[in-house]
């Protein structure tokens, strides 16, 4: 068994070494443009030796990290990790070094596909979430903002602190403003900690990490059999940009392909070494059905794992910005309006000492609990602290009585047996989010949404006789749903809908009580004669000759739409105003209103 662990500390020993040679690198470029200012020739020469030594030493630190790449990548290679592997693998393969008792968290990646020659080829670019191009150097414009943010903001004034953090942020932008104050926060004495500086205009190169061990892909033909492939071992860190400020002369070849460690992002055969492509013969099958991609991963335990995203996510939040985003939050710009994120929020919005701690009920600690992270790593973010999560669950409790309880009762009888409501109540209340069970991540410009799963059956083995009903019933829906997947919308019909739902349906579901109690006070006429029941029911409340909308849903046999607003702006002013609020709250005075505000509505259509 590969010792993952080990080979994991060097590789991290190796990367500190290469940042710490660019450092040195950097800051002997910083004493060579002193020199150059003063015109000191013995000074530039001396600087100058030390500058080509050190970029030797630099040359060595990364060759060493690349041999400790390569380790890596041989231990995957001989770990055996996808079980059949050979031209006609299983179609369920275990995973050897998997613990299936630890959740595993998939990031999206990009596909992009051709058919060659019988040849399925598939390219597989990294996301988002997985790009980290943080500089952790500052530079000397950075310094100096940094320093001035703290002089003012030593005055002690709120204005003056507002002011020093609007200042910073437009001096060096909103995001990067986050990690300049930090980085030049003063000591107890007051001084700016010493810093390595870089030279204006450079940056390290942009790189992927977080990603995969391997990939592997399963597509589904004609031919029936699933073909499935494993792809060759990802190296830890990918390079997906280059150093800025460097010499870019080797970065193509005479034919415009690039070199070097971004080869891959040009050259199909480089990327198939990289394991960030996969070759599969189809055999002859003339139609594709499906192609699924996912990666593997069995050279991170799950603290490690854990802190590789949480840095992911830091670097996010001080590069690009990151953050919680509030439900119903449309994540798309439309041609009359902007999406709901800002983009260029005000500086004093991302300013962690100006928002609220988030706490045990908070967003942010529903995903970091998810996701397998600190609180810390997700409590600066903006919108941490909201709550909106255990307000679902609040509003499911509170609407239990309004919604699945009275409806089982009369309307799930005999299926339903009364005794499961306590576990359908504990159900309900802690798992069932109608916004969805986990907040939304947003690095940079990219929302996430999480979705947990499991595998069919996980609760069957639970105790709880609902459960096991539960776990049972689910899979009969599923052809259902698959049915329906046709009428669903793809591609750019998915812009033109909303993020939550604004229109309902319904349909008449009047219990036999309720009907004989209706019958009983003369509003439903025995035999159901249509249109008599509506046309009682708004005489009764005094609405005139009119039938609103709302009554004719409500004794409708088939599915019409709800007109009634779920709800409106002021709607509880009324208990202020209304000489006998108790009567108004209650189910008849709602009801009343309600009728009479869409009796209004079918007037004004009429006119």
């Known amino acids: 068994m590969t010792d993952f662990p080990s080979i994991r500390a060097q590789l991290g020993t190796a990367r500190d070494a290469v940042e710490a040679q660019r450092a040195h690198l950097a800051a002997l470029d910083a ?3 002193d020199a150059g200012r003063t015109g000191d020739e013995n000074a530039i020469a001396s600087v100058a030796r030390q500058r080509a030594q050190a970029d030797q030493q630099f040359t060595k630190a990364r060759e060493r990290f690349a041999a400790a790449s390569d380790r890596l990548t041989d231990g995957i290679r001989h770990s055996g990790i996808f079980v059949g592997t050979g031209d006609t693998p299983p179609q369920e393969a275990p995973l050897e070094g998997v613990d299936e008792a630890v959740p595993i968290a998939l990031l999206p990646v990009r596909l992009e596909t051709r058919i060659r020659d019988g040849h399925l080829l598939i390219r597989i670019f990294p996301d988002d979430a997985h790009v980290d191009d943080h500089e952790p150097l500052l530079d000397e414009r950075e310094l100096a903002a940094g320093q001035a943010y703290w002089t003012a903001s030593a005055k002690g004034t709120q204005d003056a602190a507002d002011g020093a953090w609007n200042l910073l942020a437009a001096t060096v932008g909103v995001y990067r ?11 107890a004495d007051g001084n700016t900690p010493a810093l390595t500086l870089r030279q204006p205009g450079t940056a390290r190169a942009a790189v992927a990490r977080a990603l995969p061990d391997v990939f592997v892909a399963r597509i ?10 494993q792809g060759l071992p990802v190296a830890d860190e990918v390079d997906i940009g280059m150093e800025w400020g460097g010499n870019p002369s080797g970065l193509l070849d005479e034919n415009g392909v690039m070199q070097g460690g971004m080869a891959w992002l040009s050259d199909f055969q480089t990327a198939l070494n990289a394991g960030l492509a996969l070759d599969v013969n189809l055999n002859g099958a003339t139609a594709i059905h499906d192609v699924t991609v996912v990666g593997v991963t069995v050279s991170l335990d799950p603290d490690t794992s854990a802190a590789l995203l949480a840095d992911l996510i830091a670097d996010h939040r001080v590069s690009h910005g990151a953050g919680i985003v509030p439900p119903g939050t449309p994540t798309n710009n439309l041609s009359d309006s902007p999406s709901g994120v800002d983009f260029r929020p005000l500086p004093a919005t991302l300013d962690p000492a100006s928002a609220p701690a988030p706490d045990p009920d908070s967003d942010a600690a529903v995903l970091a609990n998810a996701l397998g992270l600190p609180l810390d790593a997700l409590a600066a973010l903006p919108g941490a602290a909201a709550k909106a999560v255990s307000g679902q669950a609040a509003m499911q409790r509170a609407l239990f009585e309004a919604g699945w309880g009275p ?3 009369q309307f799930g009888v005999p299926a339903f047996k009364p005794s499961q409501l306590p576990a359908v109540y504990r159900h309900v209340t802690e798992h069932l989010r109608p916004g969805g069970p986990l907040p939304v991540l947003r690095l940079g410009k990219q929302p996430y949404g999480i979705l947990p799963v499991q595998p069919p059956g996980a609760q069957a083995a639970q105790n709880e006789p609902f459960l096991r009903w539960l776990t049972g019933f689910l899979p009969g829906l599923r052809p259902l749903w698959i049915a329906g997947a046709p009428d669903a919308p793809h591609g750019l019909d998915i812009l033109g809908y909303e993020p939550a739902s604004s229109r309902v349906r319904i349909r008449s579901a009047i219990g036999q009580y309720s009907y004989r109690a209706l019958e009983a006070t003369g509003i439903v006429l025995s035999g159901g004669v249509a249109g008599i029941g509506g046309a009682t029911l708004v005489a009764e409340l005094g609405l005139g000759t009119a039938i609103p909308m709302a009554a004719r849903n409500f004794f409708a046999q088939a599915t019409a739409p709800l007109r009634l607003p779920m709800s409106i702006d002021g709607e509880t002013t009324f208990d202020i105003r209304d000489p006998k609020p108790k009567d108004a709250t209650s189910i008849l005075g709602l009801l009343r209103r309600s009728l009479h505000r869409c009796a209004v509505d079918d007037d ?4």
Do not use: K, S
């Not at 004004?604 to 006119?607: L, S």
């Open 177 to 187: 403003a986050l990690w300049v104050r930090e980085q030049t926060r003063p000591d």
């Open 407 to 409: 409806y089982l009762r």
């Open 220 to 229: 589904r033909t004609t031919t029936g059999q699933p073909i499935i492939v």
């Open 31 to 33: 004493q060579l443009a």
């Open 604 to 607: 004004a259509e009429a006119r």
